[in-house]
Antibody, heavy 120, light 110 residues
Framework: EVQLVESGGGLVQPGGSLRLSCVAS????????MNWVRQAPGKGLEWVSY????????YYADSVKGRFTLSRDNAESSLFLQMNSLRAEDTAVYFC?????????????WGQGTLVTVSS | QSALTQPPSASGSPGQSVTISCTGT?????????VSWYQQHPGKAPKLMIY???KRPSGVPDRFSGSKSGNTASLTVSGLQAEDEADYYC??????????FGGGTKLTVL
């Protein structure tokens, strides 16, 4: 069974940093590109970032470019999102999501998410 | 404001059909056949229901279908069932290595 488990969320002050993790099981992480998608409380979905299976290709939404860094450790079946210079508008549940074989912009399996709250 | 426009709500009675629209521009929905739809129940993770405009992943009932005309994509749910009540989000590749979502539609089964 495919499983994605996020962790690392919590309360952080504006301007602070946080590192999210996503551990994969039930499939070979090294064979798949992965994404992060976020959802502000009571709001819709927003794509955040994508990383290819071998880390050679990484994309970011304009809203996080220059502040967030996506990386992965295939040996540990893990994905990481380093978030710096956090703002109130970054408050959201962050989901890691596996890309579909037909395109990196389709997300076929999702974790349950981890909540990030940016507030003083 | 979301990049793609969806109606905030839709409803139908059990057994009926309902269609949810998703309007974008020629830079996203209209420019690519890379539209997808996600179902999200309260407190749960989204689930991929449709990709490439009209394809269903394995396990998704054929009551769910997708289509596109110009800058507008649509999700149709036929034979509505109680468990279909959820939020539905459309998504599209938007060029320049970006993905955009709609604001979501809350589907109520009356």
């Amino acid at each position: 069974e495919v499983q994605l488990v996020e962790s690392g969320g919590g309360l952080v002050q504006p301007g602070g940093s946080l590192r999210l993790s996503c551990v994969a099981s039930g499939f070979t992480l090294s064979s798949y590109g992965m994404n992060w998608v976020r959802q502000a409380p009571g709001k819709g979905l927003e794509w955040v970032s994508y990383i290819s299976s071998d880390s050679s290709t990484i994309y970011y939404a304009d809203s996080v470019k220059g502040r967030f860094t996506l990386s992965r450790d295939n040996a540990e079946s893990s994905l990481f999102l380093q978030m710096n210079s956090l703002r109130a508008e970054d408050t959201a549940v962050y989901f890691c999501a596996r890309r579909h074989t037909s395109g990196w912009f389709y997300f076929d399996f999702w974790g349950q998410g981890t909540l990030v709250t940016v507030s003083s | 404001q979301s990049a793609l426009t969806q109606p905030p709500s839709a409803s139908g009675s059990p057994g009926q059909s309902v269609t949810i629209s998703c309007t974008g521009t020629s830079s996203d929905v209209g420019g690519y056949n890379y539209v997808s739809w996600y179902q999200q129940h309260p407190g749960k993770a989204p689930k991929l229901m449709i990709y490439e405009v009209s394809k269903r992943p394995s396990g998704v009932p054929d009551r769910f279908s997708g289509s596109k005309s110009g800058n507008t994509a649509s999700l149709t749910v036929s034979g509505l069932q109680a468990e279909d009540e959820a939020d539905y989000y459309c998504s599209s590749y938007a060029g320049s290595k970006k993905v955009v979502f709609g604001g979501g539609t809350k589907l109520t089964v009356l």
